[in-house]
C-alpha cells in the first residue's frame, strides 16, 4: 500500500522543506505545529522555498504554487492526522518533548499510520515504546537543503516491522530522494558517521593555529576533488550546531581541545554575529565565498 497523506509535525526549517518537497513530488501534505506563530513562520518559509526550486531546480511558478496550494496547516495535532498514512516528526532533539508528543500522536493517528522520526541524534528505539505501536516506527533523516542534497536515511530499530520499512524506503525514492537504508541503529547514521569526525579534525587543526580555514579547506579541495572543504560545510551546517556539540564534549570529557573549539566557536564567530550562511557571513563572507573563486586552487 503507498502512502496519499503525509503529515509533517514539527515547521522548522527542515519541517518546512520536508512538507514542500512531499508537496512537489504530487502528495498532500499536512503541516502541524503547536501555535500560529510557529505556523505563519513555516508559510514564510515556504514561500521562500518557492523561489530556491525555480532557480536551484528549474520549476516553473505553476509547479511550486501547486506544491504550496497541497499543504494544509494545522495547530490542532488531531486533525492534522485524521487521515494521514505518514508522520514524520521534526520537532526539537529534547527527549521529553518527543515522548510526550509519541504519547499524544500514538493515540491520535489512526492505527495504520506510521510514523518517521527525523531526529539526528537520537535513536527510534527511545522512543519506540512511547509511540504505542513501535512495529510502525521508525527514523527517517534528511539532510537540510532537502531539494539539493537529495539523501533520505532510513534507519529501523529492532521492532520495526520489514515491511513498514520497505514502505517508507519507496516512499523516500518517490519524494526524489536517494533512499539509504540502515538495517541497525546507528547514533548518527551513516552521513554524521562520517561527517562529524571529519570536521572535527578540521576545528581541532583551527584551534591548535596549525593552519587557518581556508589552507585547511584548500588541502581537502585540491587532495580529494571535493567542491566544499570542512569549514565551507560547517558555514552550511551553522555554527550554533557545530558549537552545540563540540561544548556538550567539553562538558561531558573536560576535553582540553573541544574546550579550545568551543571559546574559539563563541567569541570569533557567533558573539560577533557570524553564524554561518544563514546571516551571510561564517568562516567565509557570502553569497560569494573565496573557496568559489576561480583562482582558490590556483598553485
Known amino acids: 500500500m503507498g502512502f496519499k497523506n503525509i503529515t509533517v509535525a514539527g515547521s522548522g526549517v527542515l519541517g518546512s522543506q520536508i512538507a514542500f518537497q512531499t508537496a512537489f513530488k504530487g502528495f498532500g501534505v499536512n503541516v502541524y505545529d503547536i501555535n500560529s506563530e510557529a505556523i505563519e ?22 509547479e511550486v504554487d501547486i506544491a504550496f496550494d497541497r499543504i494544509t496547516y494545522f495547530t490542532e495535532l488531531d486533525k492534522s492526522v485524521e487521515v494521514t498514512d505518514l508522520v514524520i516528526e521534526a520537532i526539537p532533539e529534547v527527549v521529553k518533548i ?21 531526529s539526528s ?30 539523501t533520505a536515511e532510513i534507519m529501523k530499530h529492532e521492532g520495526t516491522d520489514e515491511s513498514v ?7 523516500a525514492k518517490q519524494i526524489g530522494m536517494i533512499a539509504l537504508p540502515l538495517h541497525k541503529e546507528q547514533p548518527g547514521y551513516i552521513l554524521n558517521s562520517l561527517l562529524v569526525p571529519f570536521l ?40 550554533t550546531t557545530a558549537y552545540n556539540i563540540v561544548n556538550a564534549k567539553a562538558e561531558q ?16 564567530y557567533i558573539d560577533k554575529g557570524k553564524l554561518g550562511t544563514a546571516t551571510g557571513e561564517g568562516f567565509y563572507k557570502y553569497p560569494n565565498p573565496s573557496y568559489n573563486n576561480t583562482d582558490f586552487l590556483k598553485p
Open 200 to 239: 572535527d579534525a578540521a576545528q581541532m587543526l583551527l584551534a591548535k593555529e596549525i593552519a587557518d580555514v581556508e589552507t585547511i579547506d584548500k588541502t581537502w579541495m585540491a587532495a580529494t576533488g571535493s567542491p566544499k572543504g570542512p569549514f565551507a560545510i560547517l558555514d552550511i551546517v551553522g555554527i
Open 41 to 62: 513562520k513555516s508559510k514564510a518559509t515556504i514561500t521562500k522555498l518557492k523561489e530556491r526550486y525555480k532557480t536551484d531546480l528549474g520549476a516553473t511558478q505553476e
Open 165 to 171: 520499512f520497505h514502505q517508507v524506503t519507496e516512499f
Open 121 to 150: 541524534t537520537l535513536l527510534p528505539s527511545q522512543f519506540a515504546e512511547a509511540t504505542g505501536r513501535p512495529a510502525k516506527f521508525l527514523a527517517l533523516h534528511f539532510a537540510n537543503e532537502i531539494w539539493l542534497n537529495n
Open 253 to 268: 570529557t573536560g576535553d582540553e581541545i573541544a574546550e579550545k573549539v568551543a571559546h574559539l566557536l563563541k567569541t570569533e
Open 98 to 118: 518527543k515522548t510526550e508528543f509519541y504519547e499524544k500522536l500514538g493515540k491520535a493517528a489512526p492505527d495504520h499510520t506510521i510514523f518517521a522520526t527525523n
